[in-house]
Each structure stands twice: as structure tokens, then as C-alpha cells.
């Protein structure tokens, strides 16, 4: 790796080194299908990039932070979301809200996704209120309906995305919502209508385990891209050597039928 | 004068029907079991359980019913089959005759393939007046085992996320524990480990007497627990739980700040833990009938765990103190399960690891060697090795770095095995830079991934700053066997960590090239 660190590395105009601030949501809470990969592949890309990235936890109870370039945000079990999701509105919704509409870079997987949605009606109870950010909302159709699980294979712009989903919450995107890819294996969205996540202004969400970003170089960096043209103007990522990332990519594609 | 009518038994046609299906169902049950072996299909260790149980139902009540001393099931996340042998070993020497299902076949299927085996004819089992099931359960199965065993003693030894493709969440499990500890009766002794919140606060549900075990030596304890702890939060109230030490996982002793729930005092525990090497380990049991130093011949604070749990156990069921103490330290390990045997010259240990836990307790274990080993990482993902992969990147490789420590210890060598992360500080779940003071040993570690997912296995460990490239991708498991023995100096240890199915693929293939029995001749 130490062969790829610090060659070409982007600067800026002025020749300063580039940094990038990278929020992590409830890392404590919603952690359960290796979500945090994606933390790791981001920073492990930019640091083999010599662009300096820093990883911010942003927990239970804590106020929204400034200066975040790219959020990240995971899924975890249906028991926590309850508590998270009353957090999320009571001590972070409105600067969350505002940094997301002003176009802040942004990742949510599984029940990370859900909650940046209008509602999630449970299979009892009353229904969960969510950021309202996406024009989507999920509904669970119950014990008895089996959950979606299984290798996913997603058309994303000219390219193919892989994972592995496990979600009960069947998740249905308004007329203004637009998906984040188009369903080849899998159950996506609701297994209805071949819709897989959602694409709002920067951000991204998706039910992609696996985890999404190191299986995926390419959606990865486009991520970094749009984060740090955000904050530097437009640049130019130096390539990195995608060899295993690339064998990764075709092996899920191989059990996962796609 | 006409005759009296005969009086007839009440439905004889039934009960000759009932005995004829048992009958059959045994005759099937083995015929198939014979079958199965003879394909070379496998071991038969679940298939004549499953056929004759299908062709009589009731079959696995009824024999379980005539165990002379019952059963005692044991289930958890982790630890299930060598927790198993160390209760039956600990059984033997108290003057018991434990019938065991075979390792791994944790499904009704596999102990009704277990009783068969001891089953005559007509379904009557031919078992010893000592014999006493210890039966190892899968978590899922524990609720439906219940009532058709009725065991004397139910032992739950941790719960961690695992196989989440197919339990859905860690919580369904533990609230499936609940309900199935609540349906047994008063006189059912319940063990339970004291360490684990989510494990400990099901004495909540229990009727009858319940035992604990735990750890009490805090120098093997971290502060607050890792990434992956799944119950971090009060049972009972929701807070989070304070931990003072914290051991692995969820695992430690904790409070609730808020309505008090806290870590049961354990009966029976451990102090005084010394771990020699990776596969050896000293400590000191406490029990209501004294303490005890005990050696045992595996590594990790996992063990200490399972045999714990399995002193409890004996205890409970009446075994003297010396003679659990003195079975402990005859143990030799189950087979992937920290198993180890030599070829050409070289130690090959064996792991098996299956969720994010086990694979962190590995690491540790294998930090606890005095010489950095080959590793060989087989990753499957079969339905029962979980066909979601995301898991290994919930394992902490990113401290798994050889670095050769001063010279006045002799060039040993020491593996930093993930061990010191803390909860929420993001950036020390990085690999470290390396720093100009290490001087890293030039060739190791030295790894190879093989597996259905070797890829993904490479890329994890890529991302965890570990020298992997396309070259340590080696799909067939034959070649990577052969690959990583020639990697590793003669007098050097290769440690495999497969997954459950690749586990079963590397004994074949060690069974294949004569260095060990069949899994199915196991004890």
C-alpha cells in the first residue's frame, strides 16, 4: 500500500494537502452488517491518496456538528432504531435537514436509510417518524411475510453495484424521489417495482450490505469525488490499484447470480 | 346359549399401527444413516434422525423420555460443542454414561440420530443406567427442544450477532429464549453466564433454580465494550449499561446507571487466569465447594467460558469438584476448535469462526503465541456459514500486525490482535501507521485466503493495511492448504480459521491425506 500513498497526490490550487471531515452517525447503535466497512474503505482510499481523513462520531444525545464534508449512516436492529430515531429529530434534525438540503455528500444504508425517510410503520404499534428528507416511507408487512435477504445485483449509471440485503421494512419512493439504481438480483426497494435506494440532492441511500462501498471502488469514488469538489471545486481522483476490489466485485457478482 | 363376546383391548388396531411406524421409522432412519456412508455423503449425523423422525413424529420424545438420568441442553452463540465435550468428560469421571450428538448436528434431526443409535428394533433405547444426554442445541432449535426433551438442565452460554441472514436479528433469538426458559418446569436447573447481560437477565423467565458463572479476574478486562457488543443496553430500562471491566463483545460487568440491573455475583467463576502460549491456559475456579486451580489445554478467554459453564453444570448434576477440575485437564480440544496436529514438521492449528466475536477471540488467542504464525483464512458462505459476508468487516484485523519486539526477549515476537479498540472512537479502528521504531518481520504474517469469498476475505484485509495481493487469493482450498504448508518454516505454526462449512471441507481434505479421522469418528 505504502507504494501508492502519497504519489500524485491531489492538492489544491495554492498547494495545500486536501482533508476531508467524514460524520459517522450512531456508530455505537446502528453497526449490525459490517456497515462500518465503509467508513474504513473511505478513509483507506483517501489516505492511499494522501488526502488526510478525519472520522467524526456523532452519538446518542450529541448536537449536530459543522464542518462535515460526508456522512455516513448504518443500519442496525429494529430494537435501537426507536431510540435513534427520536434522537435523530430531537438533538440533530434541523441542522441534518439543513446540511442535506444545502448539498452535503451523504451515505445511508438499511435502517439508516429508513429513518431519513417520511415514516417507518411497524408491524404493531404506531408508526416511527423519520427525517422526511427522502419523499419515501417503509412499511413492515409483518412476522409472517419473510424478510428480503439475499445477493443483490443493482444497475447503477453505466456500472453494476453488489451486496447483501436483510431487511423486513418495505420501503416505497414518491413521484419526487428519484432510485439510486435499478434492481437485477434481489428484492431492492419492496420487491415490487425494481427499485433500489434513493438519490437526493448529494445523498445516496441504499439497503446494500456487504459492505457497499469497498465492493464497489467506483461508487466509492464517486462519493469522494462529489465531497471533496464540494468543499476544493472540481478535481480529478488519482487512480488506485483496484485489482482486489475488482476480483471482490466479480466474485459477488458470480454467487449473486447477476 | 349364546357366547359372551370377547372383550376387545381398546383401539388395538392403533397401538399395533403406532409400533409398526416406530418400528419402520427406526429400520429407515438407520438404513439411511448406512446409505449415507456408504456414498461417502458423509457422516450420516443427521440424515436417519431426519427419516425416521418424519415417519413417526413422536419418535424423539419417546426416546428421549427413557434416558435414565435425562438431558441437559446447551446452547449460545459460540462454545456450543466444546462446552459439550467438557460436560461429558466432567460426567464420565462423576461415574455417568453421556451420550453426546455428534459435533455441529444441532438440529432435532441430530439428536434424534443420536438416540437412534442406541435405539433396538422397536424404538426402545439400549442406554446404560447412568446414561445422561448432553446435548448441544442451535439457538433457534432451543425453543422446540424444550418440551419434546424436558431436560433436568438448560445451559446458555453467550449470545453475539451470527447468521443474521438467517435469524433476521440477535434480538428474536434472546426473546425466543425467553418464552422457551419460561415453559420449563420448577425442577429444571438453568445456568447462565453472568457476564452477559443479554444471557443474565433471562433468569428474569425461569421458574426453577438458576446458577451462574463468570469471570472475576478485571486484569483480563478492557475498558467499555468493543464495536461489536449487541446488548449494550439495559434489558429492562433501555439506558446503557456502565461496564467497570469489560472482557469481549457484551461481555463484562456492567450496571445500569438507571434502575440498577446489574451483573449477577457468580457461583461459580474464574481468577487467577495465566495464559501460557496460545493453546494453554491456568486459572483458578471458584465453586460452593471450594476453588480448584485448573489447567486447561486451549487458549482464550472463550475456554475459560466453556468450561466454566460445564463446571456449573457438573456441579448442578452432582459431580464432585476434583473430578470436574481434574476432566478439565485430561480436555483435548474438538476437532476445529483450536485442534492442532503436525505435518512435516509443521504445527497446523485449526479455528473455527463464524461470527465477528469468535473471529476477535481467534486474533486474541493466536496474539497469545510466542511465534508469529502462517495464517490461512477460508471463507464460505454456505447457508449455514451465513451467506452474508459483511460480517468480517465487524472483525478487528486492523490490529493483526507481527512486529518483532527488542532483542533481549530472544527475537520473540508479539501479534497486537485487534484487541484494544474502544467503542465510538472511529479513528483508532484505522490501522496504525507504521512507525520507523517497528522493525517489521520481512515474510510475515504470511497469509493466504481461500473460500467461496476469498476475494472478500483479500479485500478485508487490505482495507485493514495488511500486506494481502491478488497472489494471496487461492479459491481452491487443495492448493491453499498446500500453498500456505510450504510458506511456513519447518518447526512454524500454520493456523487455518475457516468458517462452519469450510471447517468441514479442511477435515476432509486432512482426512483425505490420512492425518486425521473422519469428523464422524470423532467422540
Redesign the interface.
Known amino acids: 500500500?505504502?507504494k501508492e500513498k502519497g504519489n500524485n497526490a491531489p492538492v489544491t490550487e495554492r498547494g495545500n494537502s486536501l482533508e476531508l471531515n467524514i460524520g459517522?452517525l450512531y456508530?455505537?447503535e446502528m453497526?449490525?452488517?459490517?456497515?462500518?466497512?465503509n467508513?474504513?474503505?473511505l478513509?483507506?482510499r483517501c489516505r492511499w491518496r494522501g488526502i488526510e481523513a478525519?472520522?467524526?462520531?456523532i452519538?446518542l444525545g450529541e448536537s449536530w456538528p459543522q464542518g462535515l464534508d460526508l456522512l455516513f449512516f448504518g443500519g442496525g436492529?429494529?430494537?435501537?432504531q426507536k431510540?435513534v430515531a427520536r434522537d435523530l429529530l430531537e438533538t440533530k434534525g434541523e441542522g441534518l435537514r439543513h446540511d442535506l438540503e444545502d448539498g452535503l455528500v451523504a451515505l445511508a444504508i438499511c435502517g439508516g436509510f429508513q429513518l431519513l425517510c417520511r415514516y417507518y410503520r411497524p408491524a404493531e404499534g404506531p408508526d416511527l417518524a423519520g427525517l422526511g428528507f427522502f419523499d419515501a416511507w417503509t412499511e413492515h408487512p409483518g412476522p409472517r411475510v419473510p424478510?428480503c435477504?439475499?445477493?443483490v445485483v443493482v444497475e447503477w449509471e453505466k456500472s453494476k453495484l453488489v451486496g447483501?440485503e436483510?431487511h423486513?421494512g418495505r420501503t416505497y419512493l414518491g413521484a419526487s424521489c428519484h432510485p439510486l439504481g435499478r434492481v437485477r438480483r434481489g428484492h431492492g426497494n419492496n420487491g415490487k417495482d425494481r427499485t433500489e435506494g434513493a438519490i437526493h440532492r448529494n445523498t445516496f441511500a441504499s439497503y446494500l450490505?456487504?459492505?457497499l462501498l469497498?465492493?464497489n471502488p467506483l461508487f466509492a469514488d464517486h462519493l469522494l469525488r462529489l465531497a471533496l469538489e464540494r468543499r476544493y471545486g472540481p478535481m480529478v481522483l488519482p487512480p488506485l490499484d483496484d485489482?482486489?476490489?475488482d476480483?471482490?466485485h466479480?466474485?459477488?457478482l458470480r454467487?449473486g447470480g447477476g | 346359549m349364546g357366547r359372551e363376546p370377547i372383550p376387545l383391548a381398546p383401539f388395538p388396531t392403533m397401538v399395533v399401527t403406532v409400533n409398526i411406524r416406530r418400528a419402520l421409522a427406526v429400520a429407515a432412519g438407520r438404513l439411511a444413516g448406512a446409505l449415507s456412508r456408504r456414498l461417502g455423503a458423509g457422516g450420516g449425523t443427521a440424515i436417519p434422525g431426519l427419516v425416521a423422525t418424519t415417519l413417526d413424529p413422536d419418535l424423539l420424545p419417546h426416546l428421549a423420555r427413557q434416558l435414565p438420568q435425562g438431558a441437559i441442553l446447551v446452547t449460545g452463540t459460540n462454545g456450543k460443542t466444546t462446552t459439550c465435550r467438557m460436560i461429558a468428560g466432567a460426567l464420565q469421571a462423576g461415574g455417568f454414561a453421556p451420550l453426546q450428538n455428534r459435533t455441529g448436528s444441532n438440529l432435532l434431526r441430530g439428536l434424534a440420530t443420536t438416540l437412534l443409535s442406541h435405539a433396538g428394533p422397536g424404538g426402545v433405547l439400549k442406554a446404560a443406567e447412568g446414561s445422561l444426554g448432553v446435548f448441544e442445541v442451535d439457538e433457534a432449535v432451543l425453543p422446540l427442544a424444550i418440551p419434546l426433551m424436558r431436560p433436568r438442565t438448560v445451559l446458555i452460554n453467550n449470545l453475539f450477532r451470527d447468521q443474521l441472514d438467517r435469524y433476521g436479528e440477535v434480538d428474536t433469538i434472546r426473546s425466543l429464549w425467553e418464552e422457551a426458559l419460561a415453559s420449563l418446569p420448577k425442577d429444571t436447573t438453568v445456568v447462565l453466564n453472568a457476564d452477559d447481560p443479554a444471557v443474565a437477565s433471562l433468569a428474569a423467565s425461569v421458574r426453577g433454580p438458576v446458577l451462574y458463572f463468570g469471570i472475576e479476574d478485571p486484569r483480563e478486562g478492557r475498558q467499555g465494550p468493543e464495536h461489536t457488543a449487541d446488548f449494550i443496553h439495559c434489558q429492562r430500562c433501555g439506558r446503557a449499561y456502565e461496564y467497570t471491566t469489560s472482557f469481549y463483545a457484551h461481555l463484562g460487568h456492567y450496571r445500569c446507571p438507571q434502575c440498577g440491573a446489574a451483573r449477577p455475583t457468580p457461583q461459580v467463576s474464574a481468577a487467577q487466569i495465566s495464559f501460557q502460549g496460545f493453546n494453554r491456559t491456568g486459572f483458578e475456579v471458584r465453586t460452593p465447594q471450594g476453588c480448584a486451580d485448573v489447567t486447561l489445554n486451549l487458549g482464550g478467554l472463550y475456554n475459560i467460558y466453556n468450561a466454566l459453564g460445564a463446571t456449573a453444570s457438573a456441579l448442578a448434576l452432582g459431580v464432585p469438584l476434583p473430578e470436574v477440575t481434574g476432566s478439565l485437564a485430561r480436555f483435548s480440544p474438538v476437532f476445529g476448535r483450536m485442534e492442532s496436529l503436525v505435518i512435516d514438521g509443521r504445527t497446523v492449528c485449526l479455528i473455527l469462526v463464524k461470527n465477528p466475536t469468535g473471529f476477535n477471540q481467534a486474533l486474541r488467542t493466536l496474539s497469545q503465541s510466542l511465534r508469529p504464525p502462517t495464517v490461512l483464512v477460508v471463507l464460505n458462505d454456505r447457508i449455514a456459514d451465513g451467506q452474508d459476508v459483511s460480517w468480517i468487516w465487524d472483525v478487528d484485523f486492523e490490529g493483526l500486525r507481527w512486529e518483532a519486539v527488542a532483542e533481549s526477549k530472544g527475537g520473540e515476537a508479539n501479534l497486537n490482535a485487534a484487541a484494544d479498540q474502544s467503542l465510538g472512537a472511529a479513528q483508532e479502528l484505522l490501522p496504525q501507521e507504521p512507525s520507523l521504531q517497528q522493525t517489521p518481520l520481512p515474510e510475515r504474517p504470511v497469509l493466504f485466503v481461500s473460500g467461496l469469498r476469498a476475494e472478500d476475505m483479500a479485500l478485508r484485509l487490505k482495507y485493514a493495511g495488511l500486506n494481502v495481493g491478488p497472489d494471496s487469493v487461492v479459491g481452491p482450498l487443495k492448493r491453499a492448504l498446500d500453498l500456505a504448508l510450504k510458506a511456513t518454516p519447518e518447526g512454524e505454526t500454520l493456523c487455518v480459521l475457516p468458517t462452519y462449512t469450510a471447517t468441514l471441507a479442511v477435515q476432509h481434505l486432512l482426512a483425505q491425506r490420512g492425518h486425521l479421522p473422519h469428523y464422524w469418528e470423532h467422540g
Open positions: 500500500m505504502s459517522h456508530p455505537a453497526n449490525l452488517y459490517g456497515d462500518r466497512g467508513i474504513l474503505c478513509v483507506q478525519r472520522v467524526k462520531s452519538g436492529p429494529d430494537a435501537q431510540g424478510r435477504i439475499g445477493n447483501f436483510n423486513g450490505h456487504g459492505p469497498p465492493k485489482t482486489l476490489e476480483l471482490a466479480a466474485a459477488a454467487r
